[in-house]
Structure formats: C-alpha cells, structure tokens
Nanobody
Framework: VQLQASGGGLVQAGASLRLSCAPS????????MGWFRQAPGKEREFVAA???????YYNDSVKGRFTVSRDNSNGIVYLQMNSLKPEDTATYYC??????????????????WGQGTLVTVSS
C-alpha cells in the first residue's frame, strides 16, 4: 500500500487546514492510522491517530484544535487543523499503525509512511 498526503500550505496564525492521507494499491483495512510531524532540526513527533472503532488520540499540544477522522467509504484519513500556530509549522506525515494500542504514539510502530506535506504557519 502507498499513502499520499496532501493539503499542506502556507497560512497565517489562526487559520485552518485539512490534510488528507489517501491510500493506493491493494485494498486494506488498517487497525489504525496516524499523523506525525517533523519540524526542521527536530525529531518526528506524534500528532494524532485514528483506531478502528473510531477511537482517536492526540498530542497534548494539538488537543482541542486538531481532529483526526477516517472516511470508511474510501479509506482516506483526514487531519482537520484549526487555530493553527507558528509552532505547528512542520512537514506532516501519515502512516499505518501496525502495533498494539499502547504503541499508538510511537513512530516505530508505524509503516507505509507517506511522502509528507508541508504546513507553514506565519505569525
């Protein structure tokens, strides 16, 4: 399976963006999908995840501003980002979660990483 992330761009602080992560290739039904981000000079960090059953998980820094969801009709996973801040600037990646629930925030439990989409938030 391949994942295509899109929807990034340059916005001002306070604006909103919606990122999409579209799968291609063999049909798959993942137990979970996640979003990570990596800012220049920083390590990749967990942003949000969706798990089968509609369970969602968030980094505390985005809780209340970001919403992760999955369209089960086409498998696309979305990351709705509201009230964006300059510190949200990063390249955002999506991936398939292949671990147990307790590993949902660990990048090492993910596979099939997409190519990333750049989000830049100006102050």
């Amino acid at each position: 399976v391949q994942l295509q992330a899109s929807g990034g761009g340059l916005v001002q602080a306070g604006a909103s963006l919606r990122l999409s992560c579209a799968p291609s290739g063999p049909t798959f039904s993942p137990d979970g999908m996640g979003w990570f981000r990596q800012a220049p000079g920083k390590e990749r960090e967990f942003v949000a995840a969706w798990r089968r059953g509609g369970f969602t998980y968030y980094n505390d820094s985005v809780k209340g501003r970001f919403t992760v969801s999955r369209d089960n009709s086409n498998g696309i996973v979305y990351l709705q980002m509201n009230s964006l801040k300059p510190e949200d600037t990063a390249t955002y990646y999506c991936a398939v979660h292949r671990g147990i629930l307790s590993t949902v925030r660990l990048s090492t439990s993910y596979a099939y990483w997409g190519q990333g989409t750049l989000v830049t938030v100006s102050s």
